[in-house]
């Protein structure tokens, strides 16, 4: 009984302590930011349904920089709002970052078949945008400027034949 006694309060004070460990991570790495609350990070904060988050970012970066870091729950995210260290990180250094956050509705990404680009995660995420980036190279969008820009014109005078003397279209026809 003496050791049950002994063992509860033992665990619950680890417990406790793994948890404010993960709380002030980013404090401990000289990173600023919103500290939030125990256990639960500034998620109770990105929740407010009358200021989304987006505005709660842009509100955390005036105020931290344009790096800063803070948790939701056991989530660490590191925010980068600095362009030439964006482009640096996506761009240059692309190979050394596949981590992203995790959209808990979507379910386990690495198990999906039906991960994309835009949902996959760790290994599969860095191989499928591997594979996608040479599409985007500026080279590759300078090709298809041609064929998009006649399109937009072709769509323009479509219009325009479509609504001569006033007359109204369904754009959704």
Not at 26 to 50: A, H, M, N
Not at 95 to 121: T, V
Not at 146 to 163: G, M, Q, W, Y
Request: hydrophobic share 35%.
């Amino acid at each position: 009984m003496s050791i049950l006694l002994l063992l509860i309060p033992t665990l619950l004070i680890g417990i406790l302590s793994y948890y404010l460990w993960l709380w002030t991570y980013w404090r401990r790495r000289g990173i600023p930011g919103p500290l939030g609350y125990p256990f639960v990070g500034v998620f109770p904060q990105t929740l407010k349904s009358e200021y989304p988050q987006y505005l709660q970012m842009r509100d955390w970066t005036k105020q931290y920089g344009p790096v800063y870091g803070y948790t939701e729950g056991t989530i660490k995210s590191l925010i980068v709002s600095d362009i030439d260290l964006v482009h640096e990180l996506f761009v240059k250094q692309y190979d050394n970052f596949y981590g992203r956050k995790l959209n808990p509705i979507q379910g386990d990404p690495e198990k999906d078949p039906r991960s994309n680009l835009f949902s996959a995660q760790g290994f599969r995420w860095k191989r499928l945008r591997a594979i996608s980036s040479s599409t985007f190279t500026n080279n590759s969008l300078r090709r298809i400027n041609l064929t998009v820009e006649d399109s937009a014109v072709e769509l323009l005078r479509h219009i325009e034949e479509k609504t001569a003397g006033g007359k109204e279209i369904d754009m959704l026809q």
